[in-house]
């Protein structure tokens, strides 16, 4: 790396931490997944374990997801308050994309220019500006990418470090494991030569990855098989987590430039393959577009994963037009060339960024105070109706049992459940609502902003004096219910 790239990379880096950092702070809250995330650090903090049986969620659940990402969360924690933390850790993660992205585009391009580029689109892909978002995606992300840049490297121990910690950082390591095969099979059809080491280094991960995830996850997959692989997320709202993809709404998170340039290079490659490593990475771009396809990774994930890819084949697409220009001789200097490229990215990528991570949803602060209030003034045993995304918030803020949260995995009647919790914001019929709050032990129920949004709701329809006592009003109104069924 040359001295010019170190100071463009280093300010890139800067630069967007500062934006991050600004946005994080300006937004008072993290998006509502959070606080399971939260909640778990906490609890390591104060037993030195993740909370794998949770009493509230579901009324009672366990739970199976990897710890790393809340484990480094905690140890850090112990140096600073966890709100600083889960604010500046993410962003600090997501940005240690650009080094990386940098370092990848300057293998496939050999053009400095180029690989700075790609890292700059990289560095504010819309899909990945969510400032406020404490998951475990803000560490995978980095890791798998320095995964992919120490296999381009035949950097072995980099490469093991790497490939373990993101193991151990989420399930949707099977990416590069997809990944890896389709290299492999597009390399055979090819009659491309595969080096020893890649076999070597794709066996072993498939072998380590498929051991992990029997090891944290061996319950989950016998209790559910191959659904396990749809998270149990019932099938109602399997278009929130996998939606169909809009091609507006790609190009809009991704940036239609890095797109088009990045749709463009892979159709070239795949017809020429000349580039061995743009070709390792257009077999992740196809491992993500099928597994998105197939509904197995979420939206966000699948995006982000696809966007930096296309960021980083962006380095190779300019490389190839800086190459055309100066042939034709319409513009020969690569200053010029870079300038009017810059031009034209700076706003059409910064300002979706901006805009994505100011459209967040995040609860605000009166949502907040009433489930703090819920914590105060109901019994420790209450049950409590709030939305599904809400249901987080509900259980580390109210401390109150939920109907249901995000966490899905080893629940037998999730589909159910998620029919009652509907019919409770939709339903005009008391003796329907009766019933299901009698089903989940159900004693208040909250109606904040975001459900009346989502439920295009602005009081419950099946309310009764004889029934239900309001006992809390903000923006949040919260009822007692006082009926059941058999004493209405």
């Not at 009166?366 to 259980?395: H, M, R, Y």
């Not at 159900?442 to 309310?463: N, R, S």
Request: aromatic share 16%; hydrophobic share 50%.
């Amino acid at each position: 790396m040359k001295n010019k790239s170190i100071i463009w990379i280093t300010l890139i880096v800067i630069v967007t931490l500062a934006i991050r950092l600004y946005l994080a702070f300006t937004i008072p809250e993290l998006t509502h997944e959070s606080y399971f995330h939260i909640k778990q650090v906490e609890h390591i903090q104060e037993t030195g374990f993740p909370l794998f049986y949770d009493a509230l969620s579901y009324g009672g659940r366990e739970l199976r997801f990897l710890p790393l990402f809340h484990y480094i969360v905690a140890a850090i924690s112990m140096i600073l308050p966890l709100g600083i933390v889960a604010k500046v850790l993410p962003n600090i993660f997501l940005v240690l994309i650009v080094p990386i992205v940098y370092l990848m585009g300057l293998k496939i391009s050999k053009n400095e220019t180029g690989a700075i580029i790609a890292a700059f689109i990289a560095a504010f892909l819309p899909i990945t500006f969510m400032t406020n978002s404490f998951t475990t995606t803000s560490l995978f992300l980095p890791l798998i990418f320095l995964t992919i840049y120490a296999f381009m490297e035949k950097k072995t121990n980099l490469y093991l470090i790497s490939f373990l910690l993101a193991t151990l950082t989420s399930s949707a390591t099977f990416l590069l494991i997809i990944g890896f095969g389709i290299y492999l099979l597009l390399s055979l059809l090819e009659a491309k030569k595969i080096q020893k080491y890649e076999i070597e280094l794709i066996l072993f991960s498939l072998f380590f990855y498929t051991w992990s995830q029997f090891i944290f996850f061996k319950e989950v997959l016998i209790k559910e098989g191959f659904s396990f692989i749809w998270q149990n997320i019932p099938p109602q709202i399997v278009a929130e987590y996998f939606p169909t993809f809009s091609i507006i709404q790609v190009l809009v998170l991704i940036s239609v430039i890095p797109f088009l340039a990045g749709i463009f290079t892979v159709y070239l490659a795949l017809f020429q393959l000349k580039n061995q490593k743009s070709f390792l990475l257009i077999s992740f771009a196809i491992s993500t577009t099928l597994l998105a396809w197939l509904k197995v990774i979420p939206f966000f994930l699948s995006l982000a994963f696809f966007g930096i890819i296309l960021a980083t084949i962006f380095a190779s697409f300019y490389s190839q037009t800086v190459g055309f220009l100066q042939k034709t001789k319409f513009i020969n200097k690569q200053r010029v060339i870079a300038l009017i490229f810059l031009i034209v990215l700076i706003p059409s990528i910064t300002i979706p960024a901006v805009n994505n991570a100011f459209n967040q949803e995040v609860p605000t602060a009166e949502e907040i105070s009433a489930f703090q209030w819920i914590a105060k003034n109901t019994p420790p045993d209450a049950g409590v109706l709030a939305t599904l995304e809400e249901g987080n918030l509900l259980t580390y803020y109210g401390q109150r049992r939920n109907i249901m949260d995000s966490q899905f995995a080893l629940i037998d009647n999730a589909e159910l459940r998620f029919q009652d919790l509907n019919s409770l914001y939709s339903t005009s019929f008391e003796t329907r609502a009766l019933h299901s709050l009698d089903e989940h032990k159900i004693t208040y129920l909250m109606l904040t902003p975001f459900a009346q949004k989502k439920y295009d709701l602005k009081q419950f329809k099946y309310l009764t004096s004889e029934c239900f006592e309001q006992v809390y009003r903000n923006e949040t109104i919260i009822y007692k219910a006082k009926c059941t069924l058999e004493k209405q």
